[in-house]
């Protein structure tokens, strides 16, 4: 079945530092990717989406390509603010017919001022 | 305007007992989905409606597990005979129309503790 293998955590990182966390994916067909952040006591939030092959989803600063040729997602951001201190999850939606999310295992970033 | 909605926020209940965890999706949402999230399993999908149906149960760990939806809108997760292994955050989350490209937009969650 389809399956989202994201990289372990914890991640620490100074602000102003560079930031990938890797998102790589297993699925039939041509399903979308996510990113989807989790801060400290709150839900999830959608970050950024791509629905097709080379598209780019990018917001706050953060950005994620998807490469069909690699089946990855990562996501990036040049820099890195304490505020960004969060857990992040990639995700894929299922295309055979309910669009259910499968969802990595998370990554926790920690950012020290 | 108003997101996703669920409640209890937080449910402690003694092993054995049953308990209904709701949700109220987005006005118009015709999708809902329940996930699980907890330590050892990540978040893993439970149930998908697509209006008061639901075809899509695999998630559901065991026939203790149960849900409903009624006028197209508020969902009704029930756990009955409650296990310890069942504590964890119970996420609900809607979606504007079937189709990968509609992002699903998450409720708060209800942390359920059983003891």
């Known amino acids: 079945g389809d399956s989202v293998t994201q990289m372990e955590g914890p991640v620490t990182l100074s602000e102003e530092a560079f930031l990938t966390i890797n998102c790589t994916y297993t699925?039939?067909?041509?399903?979308?990717l996510f990113w989807y952040v989790q801060y400290p006591g709150e839900g999830l939030q959608l970050l950024l989406k791509?629905?097709?092959?080379?598209d780019k989803g990018s917001n706050k600063g953060f950005e994620a390509t998807y490469r069909k040729e690699t089946t990855s997602f990562h996501l990036e951001k040049g820099s890195v603010q304490v505020s960004d201190s969060a857990v992040y999850f990639c995700a894929l939606s299922d295309s055979q017919g309910t669009y259910k999310y499968i969802f990595g295992t998370g990554t926790r970033l920690k950012v020290l001022a | 305007g108003a997101g996703v909605s669920q409640s209890p926020s937080n449910k402690v209940t003694e092993k054995g007992k049953d308990v209904e965890l709701r949700c109220d999706p987005i006005?118009?949402?015709?999708?809902l989905y329940w996930y699980r999230q907890s330590l050892g399993q990540g978040l893993e999908f439970l149930i998908y409606?697509?209006?008061?149906?639901?075809?899509?149960k695999s998630g559901l760990p065991s026939d203790r597990f149960s849900a409903e939806r009624t006028g197209g809108s508020v969902s009704t997760l029930t756990i009955q005979r409650t296990q310890q292994e069942d504590s964890a955050v119970y996420l609900c989350?809607?979606?504007?129309?079937?189709?990968?490209?509609?992002?699903?937009?998450f409720g708060p969650g209800t942390r359920l503790t059983v003891l």
């Open positions: 006005s118009g949402h015709t999708a």
């Open positions: 699925a039939t067909g041509y399903p979308s």
């Open positions: 989350a809607s979606s504007g129309a079937r189709g990968s490209y509609n992002e699903q937009f």
């Open positions: 409606f697509q209006g008061n149906s639901a075809p899509d």
């Open positions: 791509a629905t097709k092959a080379d």
